[in-house]
């Protein structure tokens, strides 16, 4: 079974304590906490104090999340990214989520690329002075500024792939960007959850959709979960649920030990297989 971690997006109305309780108790190994909640960030804590909580748990802080639209305009943003960055850094997180501006607008993948290498640019040397990881989450969207993971693979791969930078593959938003190719080796992170709703038609697809992984995903989180521990990934994969009925949830860690569950006993194979 792969290490589970657990973003605070899936129970945002729980505190940043009740995050790492709730992480423990399902046995993750981190957590990825957010500056986008209704709330001060760790809800008032430092971030040293933050990290030496989740130290003292035995969990990691896997991603601060997030620089918003940080390939929107990195020169206006830098002072914010540079924030967000050091703060990272402070709490000991093992990384710092980059996600792409959304507008209405649409643009060419080439000026999705262009966009994306004049970030990377700007964010290469900071994140080299914090040591720090820039974790690059394309969202499959069709106004998504940055689409597709191909697109970020090869502008990586044109900087000879700077190890300041890795993937955030996103189970929903691969399925949105009807994507087929996985980057095991530049991923840093796996976010999971599920689509239940049967009368959905893909393009219809939001995040208020996104509930936990079950038998009756229609995502194919199973399918791509497979894929990555096939192809010898390691690393977390983490719940980041967005729906209303499960920010509800009245035993978070129930519900996930139970989607936990269903993911382990349909790896099995896999599991066996490697062992």
Known sequence: MMPI??????????????????????????????NDLDRALFDGESPEAFGNNARDAGLR????????A??????????EAIAVIETAARCGAEGVALIPLVSERHLPRSDQRAALRAALDVLQPILQDYGMRGLIEPLGFEQSSLRFKQDVVTVLDD???????????DTFHHHLACESAIYPE????????GVTDPRLTTDRMTDAH????????????IAQLKAFAHAGYTGPASFEAFAPEIHDMNDPAGALAGSIAFIASQLAD??????
């Open 61 to 68: 802080i896997l991603a601060l999340a997030e620089v918003k």
């Open 159 to 169: 900087m000879n792939r700077p190890e300041c930078f890795a993937l955030i593959h």
């Open 5 to 34: 971690g657990l973003n605070h997006m899936t129970v945002p109305r729980k505190t940043a304590r009740d995050l790492l309780d709730i992480a423990g108790a399902v046995d993750c190994v981190g957590v990825e906490v957010r």
């Open 210 to 221: 996104r509930v936990l992984v079950d038998a009756n995903d229609r995502v194919s989180n």
């Open 186 to 193: 530049l991923t840093a992170i796996v976010h999971i959850s």
């Open 70 to 79: 940080f390939n929107a305009d990195p020169m206006a943003s830098r002072d």
């Open 270 to 275: 896999v599991t066996a297989g490697a062992a």
